[in-house]
């Protein structure tokens, strides 16, 4: 049969017949199979519309810690899947398409940082989600751009802290607490593509608009940033504010919620550098389709597994960061 195809394509490529409903067959499946869709800003709008729910990466290991569904459908990218089969062992964890992975987190090799982390001792390990099981196991807190500062900031001043793997992200928190953390040299491909002339481009085009970035951005763009934000952050606040204008610096699918939940507003992504699109798309997320999802669901693969033993070691770090967020009220 065609599950040989699918182990090499990894995903479900059963054809569809044209006349299946697709958002209706996933709204049955789900509810016969007793399974949730967790989905992130960064997928396309319309997985983000027939998810459960939709959220950023700290909102996504939060509902997967809590749901008592037997089935956790994660659209988004492959860590994110690992990181729910980590928190939820004994349910059965699937991903659209593992091809979904991550230029951040394949910045940060587990046995080079391993070595790293070695080579440092003494040192507080602080990982920053976008990270495989592998590096999670050798960390002692696992951080989201939401709760970064606020985690680093809750360990004293003089402890000596790696931070890995996003350097942007590592700078900017060591600018805004005066730490001198020691940062792992890793980077995001789409935030690392943000122009700073595009954007100041845009700003004379809209000269009242407020730059949102997030802090996975070059320091030069987050310099230029009126609000430096995760994208839960950055949506908050397009919300609350009355600005009517904003330049999106961030992955292009969030702008999906924001114009969902303010229709009047403007919102205007941030182009990459080189490139003649008008916005900034992450290949990984946009590999989720309906189709995909439909099929996951159906055949309930292709499913994440990870080894025992490493699963166990990383486990801890994202407790830890639970407890911590819910002990802060994020």
């Keep these: 049969m065609v599950k040989q195809n699918w182990l090499k394509k990894g995903f479900v490529d059963e054809p569809i ?137 809750s360990f004293p001043e003089d402890t000596p802290i790696i931070f890995g793997p996003d350097r942007n992200l590592g700078n900017y928190i060591n600018s805004i607490t005066g730490r001198e953390m020691l940062l792992w040299n890793g980077a995001c491909h789409v935030h690392e593509q943000f122009s700073v002339q595009k954007i100041l481009e845009l700003k004379r085009q809209y000269p009242d608009a407020l730059i949102l970035a997030h802090p996975e951005c070059k320091g030069a763009v987050v310099k230029l940033a009126d609000v430096v934000g995760s994208t839960a952050a950055l949506l908050k606040h397009a919300v609350n504010s009355n600005c009517k204008d904003f330049i999106v610096a961030t992955e292009s699918g969030i702008l999906h919620e924001m114009q969902k939940q303010c229709p009047e507003k403007n919102f205007i992504p941030a182009p990459p550098e080189d490139s003649t699109c008008a916005c900034n798309e992450c290949n990984f997320m946009r590999l989720g389709t309906l189709e995909k999802l439909y099929n996951t669901l159906k055949y309930e693969w292709p499913s994440i597994e990870v080894d025992a033993e490493v699963a166990e070691k990383a486990v801890r770090p994202i407790r830890r960061m639970l407890e911590i967020s819910a002990k802060l009220g994020l």
Excluded at 46 to 68: F, M, N
């Design 17 to 153: 017949d044209e006349s299946v409903d697709l958002k209706k067959e996933i709204d049955r499946l789900r509810k016969e199979k007793n399974a949730v869709i967790l989905a992130h800003y960064y997928q396309s709008g319309e997985i983000q519309d027939i998810a459960d729910y939709v959220g950023d990466s700290l909102a996504l290991a939060q509902w997967a810690a809590k749901t008592d569904a037997d089935i956790i459908v994660l659209c988004g990218v492959h860590f994110m899947g690992e990181t729910a089969k980590v928190i939820c062992p004994e349910k059965k964890v699937l991903v659209p398409d593992m091809n979904a992975g991550c230029s951040l987190a394949d910045s940060c090799d587990a046995k080079e940082f391993e070595a790293f982390v070695k080579q440092h001792p003494g040192h507080t390990v602080i990982s920053y989600v976008n990270t495989t099981a592998a590096v999670k196991a050798v960390t002692d807190v696992v951080v989201t751009s939401t709760n970064a500062r606020q985690i680093v900031e």
